[in-house]
């Protein structure tokens, strides 16, 4: 059974930077696809950023800001977010699936795997 663990959200002022893991356990299988989403209060979750295989893919208000690495030893995924706004502030989930297409990697709907979330809420 795969279980998705994710940590390091908080409180940050804006201009600020945050890194958060998502520790997975379990096997996810065919071609992997681990990706972050985020749900602000009274909106949609929404697309942040993935890995699909080696590659990387970012929402355009991540690109520039938010970079995914992974340490593949501690089978964990991070996103490190910088400069960050208040209208990042939301409830960030790592997801997971397997074997995506290209235009499913947005999609909520296609993970099969889901954290509990960590809460980033950035204010001064």
């Known amino acids: 059974q795969v279980r998705l663990l994710e940590s390091g959200g908080g409180l940050v002022q804006p201009g600020g930077s945050l890194r958060l893991s998502c520790a997975i356990s379990?096997?996810?299988?065919?071609?992997?696809?681990v990706a972050w989403f985020r749900q602000a209060p009274g909106k949609e979750r929404e697309f942040v950023a993935c890995?699909?295989?080696?590659?990387?893919v970012y929402s355009d208000s991540g690109k520039g800001r938010f970079t995914l690495s992974r340490d593949v030893a501690k089978n964990t995924v991070y996103l490190q977010m910088n400069s960050l706004k208040p209208e990042d502030t939301a409830t960030y989930y790592c997801?997971?699936?397997?074997?995506?297409?290209?235009?499913?990697?947005?999609?909520?709907?296609?993970?099969?795997?889901w954290g509990q979330g960590t809460r980033v809420t950035v204010s001064s």
């Open positions: 890995f699909r295989g080696a590659n990387t």
């Open positions: 997801a997971a699936g397997s074997n995506f297409r290209q235009p499913e990697l947005r999609d909520r709907g296609r993970y099969s795997y």
């Open positions: 379990g096997e996810i299988g065919g071609t992997p696809t």
